[in-house]
């Protein structure tokens, strides 16, 4: 499996845009990048995926990089509930994969009153 | 809202004990998912399901077995536990064509 590598830890201030980096360098042609993300006592939740175009949902935009080796989970404005572990995952679409993801460590967001 | 459903948030058992986790979902999903979760290794999948009574193997499936038999019920099966399957246990579940996972709270399992 394709892996991506994220920083362990970011800050945020509440109300201002939160920028997190993720770099899969060895992805193929056919892998999605998937991002989810963990709030404190609870199991995971989708956020968004997108597989070449940027992506805009009512959580958050994904900014791909042109040659797809790196991806951008964009925040608009961070709130205090936006503070959770943020999962940047790879994942091959159809065949035999049958939509399992593995996850990685993730990126532990921590926002400021 | 659609949910995942599992039947314990906490769970103590003793050494030896034979444990069943429960997951229910009510989305009509095809595929369903078994996770534990620990400090420092994160989420590792133990077994998934893309079919009643059908079963695949994940990553670390020793010590555990899987039953599907009606689509949206998924048991996790503990037939002896032991003291390093204390852990939080995640359930999921997604469609075919649809890769977005959807999860439940979590169990979190301690075994004595």
């Known amino acids: 499996d394709a892996k991506t590598t994220q920083p362990n830890s970011m800050e945020s201030n509440e109300e201002e845009p939160v920028h997190l980096p993720c770099n899969h360098s060895?992805?193929?042609?056919?892998?999605?990048i998937h991002w989810y993300r963990q709030l404190p006592s609870q199991g995971p939740e989708y956020v968004i995926h997108?597989?070449?175009s940027n992506v805009n949902n009512r959580m958050a935009s994904l900014a791909i990089a042109e040659d797809r080796k790196s991806s951008t989970l964009i925040l608009h404005r961070a709130t205090l509930r936006d503070a959770a572990v943020y999962y940047c995952?790879?994942?091959?679409?159809?065949?035999?994969?049958?939509?399992?993801?593995?996850f990685g460590q993730g990126t532990i967001l921590t926002v400021h009153p | 809202d659609v949910k995942v459903t599992q039947s314990s948030r906490y769970l103590v058992k003793r050494t030896g004990e034979k444990v069943f986790l429960e997951c229910v979902q009510d989305?009509?999903?095809?595929?369903m998912f078994w996770y534990r979760q620990d400090p420092g290794l994160g989420l590792r999948l133990i077994y998934f399901?893309?079919?009643?009574?059908?079963?695949e193997k994940g990553d670390i499936p020793e010590g555990y077995s899987v039953s599907r038999e009606k689509k949206e019920r998924f048991s996790l099966i503990l037939e002896s536990a032991s003291t390093n399957q204390t852990s939080m246990y995640l359930c999921?579940?997604?469609?075919?064509?649809?890769?977005?996972?959807?999860f439940g709270s979590g169990t979190q399992l301690s075994v004595l």
């Open positions: 999921a579940s997604s469609h075919p064509r649809n890769e977005k996972l959807f």
């Open positions: 060895t992805i193929s042609g056919t892998d999605y």
């Open positions: 997108g597989l070449t």
């Open positions: 995952i790879l994942s091959e679409a159809g065949g035999t994969s049958y939509g399992k993801l593995t």
């Open positions: 989305m009509d999903h095809e595929n």
């Open positions: 399901s893309y079919d009643v009574k059908m079963k």
